[in-house]
């Protein structure tokens, strides 16, 4: 177990509601990642950070937005949930960036 | 850009049969390669990985072979049990970034 806690494990939501998922790590990585996974599209990264404030885009950020005000901690908010984003979401955080990961274990979200 | 293709799933086997799950690459610089497996409602973890041209990754029977020429990181087994039945990833990190870039995964499925 890496230490990674992410809350909560199953959503519902309706449509143009925001909604804030979090991800607590005890092992004080410096690097955390926000990764969704849809059938046929695998894991596709949202955002990441490599410090504490200091965040970056991937490839699907769209809709989306983080925070990281501390080391442990790292946010994703959905402003304006839409359907689309009804997703599997899991955090992950590695000691180098992009080396070895360590994943949580998802959050289900549902958006109708 | 950089991005991976896997063969498309589900692989369904026999126990004891072997195993090859089929991976290519296109990437800027020299990647790091990496597999990471995903059991039933898990997040995923690490398999095996290969950071340089010609290096082989191995762990718990699995193996693949880091091949420059045919931009490929093949997944091999030589005897698959139940319990080896997931989902396989395989994934790059680009030399110049903190980022990991996944494939859509291959579901494997073994029967006894």
């Known amino acids: 177990d890496a230490g990674i806690t992410q809350s909560p494990r199953h959503k519902v939501t309706e449509t143009g509601t925001p909604v804030t998922l979090r991800c607590h790590q005890t092992e004080n990585h410096r690097y955390m990642y926000w990764y969704r996974q849809d059938p046929g599209h695998g894991l596709r990264l949202i955002h990441y950070?490599?410090?504490?404030?200091?965040?970056d885009k991937g490839e699907v950020s769209d809709g989306y937005s983080v925070s990281r005000s501390k080391t442990e901690d790292f946010l994703l908010t959905l402003e304006s949930a839409t359907s689309s984003q009804t997703s599997v979401y899991f955090c992950a955080i590695s000691v180098s960036g992009g080396e070895k990961l360590f994943f949580g274990s998802g959050t289900q979200l549902s958006v109708l | 850009g950089n991005s991976v293709t896997q063969m498309e799933g589900p692989v369904t086997l026999s126990e004891e049969a072997f195993l090859t799950i089929n991976c290519t690459y296109t990437a800027t610089g020299y990647p790091s390669l990496f597999w990471y497996v995903q059991y039933p409602g898990e997040g995923l973890q690490l398999l095996l990985k290969a950071t340089k041209a010609d290096d082989k990754g191995s762990n718990k029977g699995f193996e693949a072979t880091y091949r420059k020429e045919t931009t490929s990181f093949h997944l091999e087994k030589g005897s698959v049990q139940v319990s080896d039945s997931a989902v396989y990833f395989c994934?790059?990190?680009?030399?110049?970034?903190?980022?990991?870039?996944f494939g859509t995964g291959t579901r494997l499925q073994v029967f006894p």
């Open positions: 994934a790059l990190r680009p030399g110049n970034t903190d980022k990991l870039i």
């Open positions: 950070s490599y410090g504490v404030k200091d965040t």
